[in-house]
């Protein structure tokens, strides 16, 4: 067990190409870096082998969500006293994981959420179809969860180590972004937005979810609500 | 009899028959439907009067409102046991990535401190 460190959770699915160039930086600021490898069927887990991080495997492909949880329960387990969110595509900044913890250090948060519509500078880097899909979604989001963002679906995110312990993801899939948010409201964590660049490369691009998944985010949502 | 109904008899038997020997479940339940829809089958002009007394036109009709409402019951639960399976295996799956985590080789006791 150790105590007072912040943990890096990488979800990674069949990242092979990009993981590794993703999570080098986080380990020159000193992070615990815990990589999921939810499945996959190239060699990520053996390319993780090199590095000082600690990798988790999940036998079969569950999802997004299901590995970031993964990754959250084993951060608590292993003492995190933060624990952030970071894709494995290379796609969010590690210079602006310290603008997360910030407020999470000061007390002035419980969960800190980045949002690429705080910055024109970020704004700017999101095509415009995701642009206009993204502010449809916040309200969606504010439709159902009462939060009111400026964002949706922007996967960098920090929480301090009781927020992380009242997270429980159930959605597997991509529909965990609003449950996070449904449970923040839900257990009254105190959260705010800070400004996060997302770089689009070809290789995010080709590799996130295509924008047709809003229709089946939208399902997952409105399931959750009415059949549980 | 004609061919429709020595056609729809054989289908609702070995429906049944397939059912009966894949589940020990619901036994009872299974061989009364069965046999209800063979009864009804063979004698349409019952499901009409059961029909009629219900205010609904024909036999038919009322066999096929019926099937409705029995499919859509047996969607919702198989969509409710399919997603606590999944979760069954969520957990499974999570405990199993847990307990086999590799962990960074630096990290023995006497260098942990070193961090943070």
Do not use: C
């Amino acid at each position: 067990m150790t105590i007072g460190s912040t943990f890096v959770v990488v979800p990674s699915y069949n990242e092979a190409a990009a993981v590794v160039n993703s999570i080098r930086p986080l380990l020159t600021y000193g992070y615990r870096v815990v990589v999921v490898d939810d499945g996959s069927s190239d060699d990520t887990w053996q390319v993780l082998e090199s590095l000082p991080v600690f990798s988790l495997r999940h036998p079969i492909n569950l999802g997004q969500g299901a590995a970031i949880q993964t990754g959250m329960s084993f951060a608590v387990q292993q003492g995190a006293e933060f624990v952030v969110h970071f894709d494995a595509d290379g796609q969010h900044s590690h210079e602006q994981i310290e603008n997360l913890l910030e407020p999470l250090r000061r007390g002035q948060a419980d969960v800190v959420l980045g949002s690429r519509f705080l910055n024109l500078a970020d704004t700017e880097l999101v095509p415009l179809s995701k642009r206009i899909l993204l502010k449809g979604a916040t309200l969606v989001n504010f439709a159902f969860s009462g939060l009111k963002l400026t964002d949706a679906h922007n996967g960098f995110r920090a929480f301090t180590r009781e927020a992380a312990m009242k997270i429980d993801l159930q959605e597997n899939r991509f529909s965990h972004a609003s449950e996070i948010l449904e449970q923040i409201r839900r257990h009254k964590l105190k959260w705010m937005e800070v400004p996060s660049t997302i770089h689009y490369t070809d290789y995010s691009k080709a590799k996130g979810q295509p924008i047709s998944n809003a229709v089946n985010i939208l399902f997952d949502l409105v399931a959750r609500r009415f059949l549980r | 009899m004609t061919l429709i109904q020595i056609l729809l008899i054989g289908m609702i038997s070995l429906g049944v028959l397939q059912v009966l020997t894949a589940t020990r479940h619901y036994r009872v339940l299974l061989l009364l439907v069965g046999a209800i829809a063979i009864f009804l089958v063979i004698t349409p002009d019952l499901a009409t009067k059961v029909a009629k007394s219900l205010n609904v036109g024909r036999g038919a009709d009322l066999v096929i409102y019926l099937s409705i409402a029995l499919l859509g019951m047996l969607w919702v639960r198989l969509f409710l046991r399919g997603r606590a399976e999944q979760r069954q295996i969520t957990m499974l799956t999570r405990s199993i990535a847990i307990s086999q985590a590799r962990i960074p080789s630096e990290m023995n006791p006497s260098n942990a401190a070193e961090h943070n």
